[in-house]
């Protein structure tokens, strides 16, 4: 038997929901698969003793889920008074705008696109409402708009599909890039290294306890397939499907898809590296 101590990043056990540090509590979207897991994780943010709230990728247009967001946050004496976004794929972020309509909040997001009230994010960025202190962390690779958002505080980091609770992310070709996300990873890496970051809360999965170790088992990973995708193409696989069914046999087939999609990255990756 394999004991969650024993996994990548020390996911907690148990279900996925309620608080997880001093000032971050999850809230679970109704809406799991293959690609979202359990479903996607809402967090709300708070400093002990304010009464304001920021929430992190309300998740998608689920009118439950979108008020039970806001009845949690309630429930603890908040009000929600910003909404974030790491990304803007879908389970994230589809029901942002009926978000901020029934909160009456701005959306930030590193996408103009996703914006509403004007104000964007950018690296280096500090969210301070309520008190919170939140550092915005310029993490592309999953997709070109990914962000991650440090809170010191609690030596934590939210990682939206940078790093997930469980398993591997794909690198979402062609808006994702292999040597962008290997330098996010890098990145975190450093986080966990320098600032004390210990703990990952992802955007799908249960939170770790071990946020440097996920980080290097994701980098691990990512190097044992790119070495195989390479393999791969020097026994005359030349399409992203050759290559998917010859690397990921071992990877749910309804998933190939996906893995397809982070294949094209690592082939772009080795071909801008001349290594194919």
Request: aromatic share 4%; with cysteine.
């Amino acid at each position: 038997m394999t004991h969650t101590t024993d996994l990548p990043g020390r996911p907690r056990p148990g279900a996925i929901g309620g608080p997880a540090t001093a000032r971050a509590t999850c809230v679970l979207a109704p809406n799991p698969s293959a690609m979202t897991l359990d479903g996607t994780n809402t967090w709300i943010l708070a400093e002990p003793g304010s009464d304001l709230a920021v929430v992190v990728d309300p998740g998608p247009a689920d009118e439950a889920h979108l008020r039970r967001v806001i009845d949690t946050a309630g429930a603890a004496g908040l009000r929600v008074a910003l909404t974030l976004l790491t990304h803007g794929h879908a389970d994230h972020s589809g029901g942002a705008a009926r978000f901020a309509e029934l909160t009456g909040t701005k959306v930030r997001a590193l996408d103009p696109a996703l914006r509403l009230g004007g104000e964007g994010l950018g690296v280096g960025d500090v969210i301070t409402t309520g008190g919170l202190e939140l550092h915005v962390i310029s993490t592309p690779g999953h997709t070109a708009d990914s962000l991650c958002f440090h809170l010191p505080a609690d030596d934590a980091v939210l990682t939206g599909d940078t790093v997930l609770g469980r398993g591997t992310t794909i690198v979402a070709h062609p808006d994702g890039r292999l040597g962008d996300y290997l330098d996010s990873l890098r990145r975190l890496r450093a986080l966990a290294v320098d600032e004390g970051v210990r703990t990952a809360l992802p955007g799908h999965g249960p939170v770790l306890d071990d946020a440097q170790g996920v980080v290097e088992y994701y980098l691990a990973h990512r190097a044992k397939r790119l070495a195989q995708v390479e393999t791969a193409v020097e026994n005359g696989h030349r399409t992203a499907g050759e290559v998917v069914a010859a690397v990921y046999a071992d990877v749910d087939r309804a998933l190939w898809p996906a893995a397809e999609l982070s294949v094209r990255a690592q082939l772009d990756y080795l071909d801008e590296h001349g290594l194919i």
